[in-house]
């Protein structure tokens, strides 16, 4: 499956940014889906997930409350609603594609976009 994040953009502190993942060549159904960010001089490390149904979703403690990760199957994507933007937010941001079940560990997907900034301003 090919995986095309969108969405990032600079925001203030305080201001929101909807990430979308468009994903292509396999039936999208059938992928727990997972966004990883990246920031500068660190590891990439695991934002929120969500199982290919939709039903149950993950998040990291620092963005409980905070972003929220729903998907479209009939859309061929997923995406990641960020509200109330802290400056350590700042990051790459990737989609990815799981056939083995949501994971908080990157390496347990298989597929990833290309990744799209987000740059949040203080």
């Known amino acids: 499956v090919q995986l095309q994040a969108s969405g990032g953009g600079l925001v203030q502190a305080g201001g929101s940014l909807r990430l979308s993942c468009a994903a292509s060549g396999r039936t999208f159904s059938n992928y727990d889906m997972g966004w990883f960010r990246q920031a500068p001089g660190k590891e990439r490390e695991f934002v929120a997930a969500i199982r290919r149904s939709g039903g149950s979703t993950f998040y990291t403690e620092s963005v409980k409350g905070r972003f929220t990760i729903s998907r479209d199957n009939a859309k061929n994507s997923v995406f990641l609603q960020m509200n109330s933007l802290r400056p350590e937010d700042t990051a790459i941001y990737y989609c990815?594609?799981?056939?083995?079940?949501?994971?908080?560990?990157?390496?347990?997907?298989?597929?990833w976009g290309q990744g799209t900034l987000v740059t949040v301003s203080s």
């Open positions: 990815a594609a799981s056939t083995g079940g949501v994971s908080v560990g990157s390496r347990g997907y298989n597929y």
